[in-house]
């Protein structure tokens, strides 16, 4: 064999191991249910219930919440004048996030031991604002929220 065909093979082994590090290792959670709706009246969207804020994509542009308590969620459906049943959600495994648009693929993205709440927004039709709830684990969250600032 040609001693630099033997190099060319060997810089190329060693490239590929040196490289392998440098993927990011992402990890992706969805919610395992949404809820789609709109409100009439933009200022109760203010006021939603919540146990406090969590990062997303979209920075200081989307304010969204999350909840990890029954009694939040029930006055969250109250606020919204939601009037299908309120689900059933067991707080200790999973917390539910609030954002005041039509939120699509959410999903939470861990990369590399950083954790950030993802979707994608559709514009509305009409006057009502629109507002998307999502279960999720409760671990991927707390990952979101200790998240460095």
Known sequence: MNHSFRLSVLFILLGSVAFADDKPNE???????????????????????ATGRIDNIWGTQATTVFITSRRDLQELWKT???DDKLPE??????TLIVTPQRATQLMIIET???????FSTA???????AYT?????KGAV????RRPK
């Not at 992706?28 to 109760?44: F, M, Q, Y």
């Not at 514009?123 to 604002?129: A, I, S, T």
């Not at 709830?133 to 684990?137: E, G, K, M, V």
């Open 27 to 49: 990890t992706r959670t969805l919610p395992s249910r949404t809820w789609h709706g709109n409100v009439a009246d933009v200022r109760e969207q203010k006021n939603l219930p």
């Open 89 to 94: 959600i067991d707080f200790t495994k999973e």
């Open 133 to 137: 709830i999502a279960a999720f684990p």
């Open 112 to 118: 590399n031991g950083k954790a950030l709440l993802a």
């Open 142 to 145: 707390e990952s979101v929220l």
């Open 80 to 82: 919204l004048r939601r």
């Open 123 to 129: 514009r509305p039709m009409g006057l009502e604002q």
